[in-house]
């Protein structure tokens, strides 16, 4: 029956996508964070409710075709930047040969693989187009989805004090016993994930939801208790999962910001982390038990190793072992493990690592090359920004959101097989090079009103 209601709601969120897009990222948001618990609860737990948010995505994608020079505009704004995408596109080629080499049945795995490299692709140029005139329209949207992602936490603390249902809400899907997260030598904790199917994916959504407070602090500080209250839910949640490495979302997130904010902004920023945390303790001491805190305490220990191995030891060593076009993608993809197909892969859980192992040497230079253009592109996209007196403080923390993503998938790429996460950092990350033009159309609005000299051009 929910299944049936989930499909209804998903026909519905298309239709308003065919009519106004926008108004389509927040049906796919909601739909996005109820297919999990929908999942769970569905006899069998069928897979493809991982994907109940997609039909939106397609139809918020072609509206937005139909009624805009899709390409041609981000060509005009970011030619290098199309460029290396498609030269990835044809190193993702050869690695998908390599994929189906090992035989027709090996079909859905390259798809998968596919996925998890080019997904986030139609989320980006969604973010792209999704501002009209500045990034002040984010605060409203944002503050939704802060209020759905906080509802969908309550999970987590009634797992966590032992609440049972008939149905299994509440725990790892498909998993009847206790997931134990092991840390020191003999210390354990319970992984809870609420309502998410994983504690890795309620982790992430947990220290999404502190981000988001912590961007809504500096946007709108007069109702900081409300924002202290939703950063302190979501780290309590975030602790609980027992996943530590989204407690460093967290903390890159906030150094990066605070690092390349303007002053008053870095300023504005540490006052309301005071603030913030005054109100977010209490709830910490409310929720989350000693061994918890004391799981983090070792990630604080094993950071630099760790972050050594996945990021340089490990990918020297299968620099001698990949090849030149790697195993094949989806051969490391997150889900793969369950497609059957048994292929003699090293084992290794850094993101930096899993590339490496699907697409080889010349893929992951390939990939680099993209990365690296994708900087210049953010960089170019700052300058647009400063030129045309946009405030910067959206696309700052946008920024700061996409390389936490970044780092915490170097040291651990299973969150990112996950079909919405994906789709939620590559709108991010679309939102973040929209500011190219929207500093455009402002230069162009302020040279006919005389606001600017009408010579002003982009860089």
Sequence with gaps: MLTIFLLLVVAVSCLVALVNWRWGVLFCIVVGLLQDP???VTPGTPAYLTLA???????????????????????????ELIGAGLVFAVAL???TIQTLSYGLHALPLALLGLFSYAGSIPALFLGFFFLRRNFDELDWPLVGVTGLASLMLVGVPLEY???????????????????????????????????????????????????????????????LPLWGACAGWGLSCALLSGRRKMLFLVVIFLLVF???????????????????????????????????????????????????NTA???????????????????TKTQGGQHLGIDLDIP????????????????????????????????????????????????????????????????????????????????FAGGLLLSGSRLAEQRLQTAAKHRLLPPSTALP
């Design 38 to 40: 929908v999942r769970k």
């Design 53 to 79: 948010f997609l039909p939106i995505c397609f139809a918020m994608l072609g509206t937005l075709w139909s009624s805009t020079d899709l390409m041609g505009t981000v060509r005009r704004h970011f030619p």
């Design 93 to 95: 080629t050869a690695s």
């Design 161 to 223: 004090f032992g609440v049972k249902f008939s149905d299994p809400w509440l725990g790892t899907i498909a998993m009847s016993g206790v997931w134990r997260r092991w840390y020191g030598s003999t210390g354990w904790v319970e992984m809870i994930s609420g309502f998410y199917r994983s504690p890795e994916i309620m982790g992430w959504h947990a220290a999404t939801l502190v981000i988001l407070a912590m961007y809504l602090l500096i946007r709108k500080p007069a109702v």
């Design 258 to 308: 605070a690092l390349f904010a303007r002053g008053g902004q870095t300023r504005k920023l540490l006052f309301c982390l005071a603030g913030a945390a005054l109100l977010a303790l209490p709830i910490l001491s409310l929720l989350v038990g000693d061994r918890y805190l004391e799981t983090a305490q070792s990630s604080l220990d094993a950071v630099g190793d760790r972050a050594a």
């Design 312 to 330: 340089v030891s490990g990918p020297l060593w299968l620099l001698g072992v990949v090849g030149l076009f790697g195993y094949g993608v989806g």
């Design 347 to 426: 084992s290794f859980e850094g993101g930096f690592e899993k590339v490496l192992i699907e697409l080889g040497v010349v893929g992951t230079a390939v990939l680099i090359l993209l990365l690296i253009v994708f900087v210049r592109a953010t960089l170019l996209c700052f300058r647009r920004i400063r030129m045309a007196r946009l405030d910067a403080t959206g696309p700052t923390a946008l920024g700061a959101f996409v390389i936490a993503n970044a780092a915490v998938f170097i040291v651990a790429f299973q969150i990112y097989g996950d079909p919405f996460v994906v789709f939620l950092v590559g």
